[in-house]
């Protein structure tokens, strides 16, 4: 039958690694009743499982050195944080990775999705803009002509709507503007709100278009899986 070679193992079932008979004593299966088997078989050796102590889950490498000092056994087995000094240590037997998953579903696609950079509020907002801007351009035209009545200035309301419209898209360009003073003061307000709103939004659509087609349903990181959950 060979060297006898007496290995230390778990003293009762522990899946995946150990399955015993809690009557007979006898190892039935599991990783290590395996693993120890073949390697007896390869070897030539006639293998002997010893059962550990219960002590043995909470300090593996304590437990087996201290058998092995005491002859109980001539192989046990250790976690590799700690190599102990005066004991020959083999390659891993076995190297474990253990992975987190998570949920994950595919972004939905939608039909006027180019507008879902900004929110509907600010979509509100910007028209309410433009209607304003076509309101202060008929005071603007009222002041400067000095004959032209209310109701004409309210007319052109539909057309002031447009040029406002427009140069919100920075596709137009209104000699209004740039009389009176009070028209180019305008002009320059209406520039600046048409940077902010196209830098924003440029800077907002690449985003959006550069995500990830999924959203992931849970923590994306063991940093979140540390934060309590509202």
């Not at 060297?3 to 015993?20: D, N, Q």
């Not at 709103?197 to 550069?210: E, I, V």
Request: proline share 8%.
């Amino acid at each position: 039958m060979g060297t006898k070679l007496r290995v230390g193992m778990f003293a009762t079932t522990f899946p995946p690694w150990t399955k015993r008979d809690e009557q007979s004593g006898l190892y039935t299966g599991g990783f290590h009743f395996e693993y120890y088997r073949e390697l007896g078989r390869v070897g030539g050796y006639q293998i002997e499982f010893v059962p550990f102590p219960p002590e043995f889950i909470n300090d593996f490498g304590g437990v087996a050195a201290k058998m092995l000092d005491d002859g109980k056994i001539d192989m046990g087995w250790d976690t590799p944080f700690m190599l102990r000094s005066g004991y020959l240590y083999s390659p891993p037997m076995l190297k474990l990775t253990h992975n987190i998953i998570t949920r994950r579903i595919a972004r939905p696609v939608a039909a006027f999705q180019v507008f879902s950079p900004f929110t509907p509020e600010l979509w509100y907002m910007i028209l309410g803009s433009i209607f304003v801007g076509a309101v202060v351009m008929c005071l603007l035209q009222h002041i400067q002509s000095s004959n032209s009545s209310p109701a004409a200035s309210v007319a052109r309301l539909p057309g002031y709507i447009y040029h406002t419209f427009a140069a919100l898209l920075g596709g137009d360009e209104y000699d209004l503007y740039h009389s009176p003073i009070f028209g180019r003061i305008y002009r320059l307000g209406l520039l600046f709100l048409v940077l902010i709103t196209s830098a924003t939004y440029t800077a907002n659509l690449a985003a959006y278009l550069t995500r990830k087609p999924y959203i992931i349903k849970g923590p994306r990181s063991l940093e979140d899986v540390k934060r309590p959950r509202p």
